[in-house]
């Protein structure tokens, strides 16, 4: 039984992809990655990877006018509440698809009709199979986006017999993020010792356990606000929440971003060794 883990945060910037790359790393020969933060993929630039396939998404519905049959009343420009067409101009990236122009139009001159949405690739990498996605400029579907490419990755992983799909979500509490953590087995959720940093931890918090996802914590760079880190080690203690560890600050990490690699392949240092320990305690918490 395949076992999905997804590394989230309450906002961009928190060294998700960091730690996602480095739980690659450690669940090499074992695992598939996905990156489900297909609003800013960051992933591939850590996994260098070969793209092996593309296949195209096309889920967004967008208005196409047949101009022999429009009659130029207008009637759609006066119901679209999105300003995205009139009698002599339509605007593709503001229409929502919601077809109410399509109703009003006496002439039938309107149609929905699927667009390209996003590229979903599949991937080699020195880590194993990655899949990933291209979106198209202006696309705002991602949560469906997101939910492909977690499919992807887990009939990859039931095809090869692997263990793990370790999936680097979208940060943030929107679409895209419920779209990243439904249905797996463990959500990794990474904090930083700041006053946001706890506010955005108990809204990420809260949605998972709305949807009822087993949560960990992590806090990075936990020695450069020892007072806020301490705040939340007694806040997860308080709630029952695991804290798989406290990565300290270390400018070995955007060393490794530079040199394009996770942390683990960086020469011997403190962040890629409590990084070995979270994934234990994530192994373990799988199996409880
Ligand atoms: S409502 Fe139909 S006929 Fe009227 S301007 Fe729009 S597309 Fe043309
Ligand atoms: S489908 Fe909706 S958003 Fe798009 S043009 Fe028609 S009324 Fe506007």
Redo the contacts with the bound molecule.
């Keep these: 039984m395949v076992k999905q883990i997804t590394i989230i945060s309450g906002k961009g910037g928190t060294g998700k992809t960091t730690v996602a790359a480095g739980i690659a790393y450690l669940a090499k020969g074992s695992a598939v990655m996905a990156d489900a933060d297909v609003d800013a993929p960051d992933l591939h630039l850590i996994l260098h990877p070969e793209i092996i396939s593309t296949t195209d998404l096309n889920i967004s519905k ?2 196409v006018r047949n101009e022999d049959l429009c009659k130029k009343c207008n009637l ?1 420009g006066e ?4 300003d ?2 009139t009698a002599d101009t ?1 605007d593709r990236y ?9 109703r009003v139009c006496p002439e039938k001159a ?1 149609t ?1 009709e699927a667009f390209l949405s996003a590229r979903i690739l599949i991937s080699n990498t020195r880590f194993g199979s990655f899949v990933h996605a291209n979106m198209e400029i202006g696309e705002g579907s991602s949560g469906r986006i997101v939910d492909t490419v977690r499919k992807e990755a887990r009939k990859i992983a039931e095809e090869k017999n692997l263990t793990y799909v370790i999936v680097d979500g979208s940060p943030g509490i929107g679409c895209p993020v419920i779209a990243s953590i439904t249905g797996v087995d463990l959500a990794l959720i990474v904090v930083e010792p700041t006053l946001s940093g706890i506010h955005d931890l108990k809204r990420i918090l809260d949605v998972t356990i709305h949807f009822n996802v087993k949560a960990l914590v992590c806090i990075n760079k936990s020695d450069l606000n020892e007072r806020i880190t301490q705040e939340i080690e007694k806040f997860c203690k308080e709630n029952g929440i695991v804290l798989a560890g406290k990565i300290p600050y270390d400018t070995i990490v955007p060393q490794s971003i530079i040199a394009r690699k996770s942390i683990l392949e960086m020469p011997k240092n403190c962040v890629a060794e409590e990084l070995k320990e979270i994934w234990k305690i994530i192994i373990e918490n799988l199996s409880k």
Excluded: N, S, T
């Design positions: 967008k208005v759609c119901h679209c509440q999105f995205a067409i339509y503001r229409c929502e698809g919601c077809g109410l122009c399509i309107l929905l």
